[in-house]
């Protein structure tokens, strides 16, 4: 039995992010909190950037501190989880 086809891209070859910068450098993949979920502000197409940028934008200016959005171009595929069986 197969499941829904709910993706548009071809493939995924690079993706974007917010991560939050400590003073020390440190780096972590920050989250936005809609109705009620946490959604990590990563984007896979270009088409979604504006909204993590926008989302950035607010948490950086309502908490104080430095966002950067990177954009990840490696792509090492780790494991084939196939539930089509």
């Not at 992010?17 to 972590?28: C, I, L, R, Y």
């Not at 950035?56 to 950067?68: K, M, N, S």
């Amino acid at each position: 039995m197969r499941g829904p086809q709910i993706n548009h891209l071809v493939r995924i070859d690079s993706l974007w992010a917010a991560v939050s910068v400590d003073d020390d450098g440190t780096e972590g993949l920050i989250a936005s909190l809609h109705n009620g979920t946490w959604l990590p502000l990563i984007a896979a197409d270009e088409t979604r950037l504006p909204f993590i940028i926008e989302q950035a934008e607010i948490l950086a200016a309502a908490q104080g501190r430095l966002i950067r959005i990177i954009k990840l171009h490696s792509r090492e595929e780790v494991r084939a989880i196939d539930g089509r069986q």
